[in-house]
């Protein structure tokens, strides 16, 4: 185990685990299960999870809600990286503000934590449980939304952080065959970005196209510009910007699965991605220059004609890599 069990007065927690800020994982479901398997000694990098996933591949809009880029909403992107991971999970629902066993979920949470293996909280974004305090007096947790993800804080309630739990049962005794997962999150990439719609969510290059329309229009009709407009405009292009950094790094670590003419595709595609994230969609100041800051709603945030030109034109010019990209994908699942 890379984590240590530390005692002091009536609080129990684990050393060695890390949080996250949304700014360096945007994907606090598959940031969740990395840190799991840190704990348990385990070479899965976030990386990884996010590109077997398929979201890394994923470009997914419903108008300008926050909620596009989560794995779990539309285009689902959590499968995969459940199956990679060697463990299996249990997981307990949480009514909100009521558990209906509370000593049992409780004492659930305290063999996971003793034996030195975290537990993920579910809610808009995951979390972790990294210790608990005696008597079922409270948890100590980790969670991007809280002191930006970096420091642990107490609650007295589950209810008040999350709909869920899961918790690590067993090891798996199946082999987990990472050539065909490797296979089919390309075959996903490919079917989502010319899959158009899913329930409400816009997905693909259809996506890209709805988005661009989006902001078009409320540059058109700024008086109609609301702080969810803001807000879902930030964090989707942010997602966007990192999942394909991830798409870029995915595609290289995966290619000792392959044979050189499969390798050179995906080589082209991981180039394409990550001019898409790196020189096309990337400020250099940061997103708070195009998109406002999404953290300070309630501070003045000046979004001008002239940046919501500046993010549409950049849009534009990244939508006929991502074109090319997928083709690279294409090609490579061909020559397989």
């Known amino acids: 185990m890379n984590t240590k069990i530390h005692y002091e007065g009536d609080k129990v927690w684990l050393e060695g685990i890390e949080g996250w800020s949304s700014s360096e994982k945007a994907s606090s479901v598959h940031a969740a299960l990395e840190a799991i398997m840190k704990a348990l000694e385990e070479d899965i990098s976030y990386d990884y999870l996010v590109g077997i996933s398929s979201l890394a591949f994923r470009m997914q809009i419903g108008e300008l809600c926050p909620s596009s880029p989560h794995p779990a909403c539309?285009?689902?992107?959590?499968?995969?990286?459940?199956?990679?991971?060697p463990w299996k999970f249990k997981g307990y629902g949480i009514?909100?503000?009521?558990?209906?066993?509370?000593?049992e979920i409780y004492e659930i949470i305290v063999q996971s934590i003793d034996k030195g293996i975290p537990v993920t909280t579910g809610e808009e974004d995951d979390g972790l449980i990294i210790g608990y305090q005696k008597?079922?007096?409270g948890f100590i947790c980790f969670h991007p939304w809280h002191h930006n993800g970096k420091k642990p804080f107490v609650v007295s309630s589950l209810a008040e952080i999350c709909w869920g739990i899961s918790i690590i049962t067993e090891r798996k005794t199946e082999k987990i065959d990472h050539r065909i997962l490797v296979i089919d999150s390309l075959k996903q990439a490919v079917r989502m970005a010319k899959k158009k719609k899913v329930k409400?969510?816009?997905?693909?290059f259809k996506a890209w196209e709805q988005y661009i329309k989006s902001l078009k229009k409320l540059n058109k009709n700024r008086q109609t510009i609301k702080d969810d407009d803001i807000l879902g405009n930030a964090w989707i292009y942010e997602c966007l910007i990192q999942y394909r950094d991830?798409?870029?790094n995915y595609l290289i670590l995966i290619e000792d699965h392959f044979d050189e003419m499969v390798k050179k595709h995906l080589r082209?595609?991981?180039v394409l991605y990550s001019q898409i994230s790196q020189d096309v969609l990337k400020y250099d100041n940061g997103l708070k220059e195009i998109t406002g800051d999404y953290n300070s709603l309630?501070?003045?945030v000046t979004w001008t004609k002239e940046t919501y030109q500046d993010q549409i034109k950049r849009l534009e010019n990244a939508l006929p890599l991502e074109v090319q990209a997928i083709n690279e994908i294409e090609k490579a699942l061909s020559s397989i």
């Open 74 to 85: 539309g285009y689902k992107c959590i499968e995969r990286a459940l199956q990679v991971i």
């Open 95 to 103: 009514e909100q503000n009521k558990i209906e066993n509370p000593i």
């Open 135 to 137: 008597d079922n007096k």
């Open 200 to 204: 409400n969510y816009h997905v693909g």
């Open 246 to 248: 991830v798409a870029a």
């Open 268 to 270: 082209s595609a991981s």
């Open 298 to 300: 309630k501070e003045s």
